[in-house]
């Protein structure tokens, strides 16, 4: 299922101390497999005001998606202001999609008032939340989340990121998990996958957002994950671990820490000792219910995600993560 996607990375000399092999189960032996998460910032913004060039890229980005198992998307934006009905920016979300294999797909983002979005307090409001899932397990229990609060429009004089031009917030799909995903009868273990997209900006009001940001998903995945396996995955615009001046002083690494503490997660980059601890894509993980995971490679892909010139398709590296999971013994 991942095997070309394993194979990039021997290409490259990852070394691991594990073997993995595909999907697969024993019949002596609880049910478990493998598979391989990606999240990535596909930089989806107009190209008319992005830094990036996302009318080529998508299109570039598209086919590599088909190499993971499940696909974890920001900035890929499928609703907008009729505004901006005239520019090619409208084609992004198709193009992304377009060469990407997977059967499951969460549906289009449903608008502002479908999410709890007062519009009449979000004037600057352009885009929707940018989140997506790409799966090759089936999905279920779909829900969009936007966060509480943002600062930053149009006008970038007050030190704004521009974060209220977007519903950010994020998304949660319940991913059903099986040795044999063919097989409609096989037996499915659930995992509350989320993709999230934090607040932006280095002042002091972005920073009591970003901590009020995770201090809201922590409180629903205890509320609404009890006691189940999950994935959590995304751009948090926190620099942790780092002298990052929009660290904050190490604000960043405590509110991470404190959202791991909460909710029970691990952070795959400490999990698996990588060296990009302040990168501010991440994955993190728990076990829960009959499921339990462990993660075996951590990767951030960068020398796949390029243009023919080399340059980087987006201004985030793709960040993987590949999972182990084992059901219920007999």
Request: hydrophobic content about 40%; glycine content about 10%; charged content about 20%.
């Amino acid at each position: 299922m991942w095997g070309s996607w394993w194979g990039r990375r021997l290409a490259v000399g990852l070394a691991v101390v594990v073997t993995l092999g595909a999907t697969a189960c024993s019949h002596h032996g609880p049910p478990s497999g493998d598979f391989v998460v990606l999240s990535y910032n596909v930089a989806g913004l107009p190209q008319e005001i992005s830094q990036e060039n996302p009318e080529e890229h998508m299109p570039l980005i598209s086919p590599l998606l088909a190499d993971y198992d499940v696909v974890l998307t920001q900035e890929d934006f499928d609703w907008w202001r009729p505004l901006l009905d005239s520019l090619d920016f409208i084609h992004y979300h198709e193009r992304l999609r377009a060469q990407a294999d997977h059967e499951f797909a969460t549906a289009q983002y449903p608008g502002p008032e479908a999410t709890g979005v007062d519009l009449g307090a979000r004037p600057a409001l352009q885009v929707g939340d940018g989140l997506g899932v790409l799966s090759r397990f089936p999905l279920s229990d779909e829900l969009r989340v936007p966060w509480s609060g943002c600062f930053g429009g149009f006008d970038t004089s007050d030190g704004g990121a521009g974060d209220c031009l977007a519903a950010k917030g994020f998304a949660r799909v319940t991913v059903l998990l099986s040795d044999d995903p063919e097989d409609s009868k096989a037996q499915q273990f659930p995992v509350d996958v989320y993709t999230l997209h934090g607040e932006a900006g280095a002042t002091e009001q972005d920073q009591l957002l970003q901590q009020a940001d995770f201090v809201e998903l922590a409180d629903y995945i205890t509320q609404h994950s009890v006691g189940r396996a999950v994935i959590v995955g995304g751009d948090t615009n926190l620099h942790t671990h780092s002298d990052h001046p929009d660290g904050h002083g190490g604000a960043d690494t405590t509110i991470w820490d404190t959202f791991l503490a909460t909710t029970g997660l691990t952070d795959s980059c400490a999990a698996l000792h990588c060296r990009q601890t302040d990168a501010i894509d991440k994955i993190a993980f728990r076990s829960g219910g009959e499921l339990a995971l462990e993660p075996a490679v951590i990767a951030f892909p960068t020398e796949t995600f390029v243009d023919p010139e080399g340059q980087p398709l987006s201004d985030h590296p793709p960040l993987a993560v590949a999972f182990r999971w084992q059901g219920p013994g007999d």
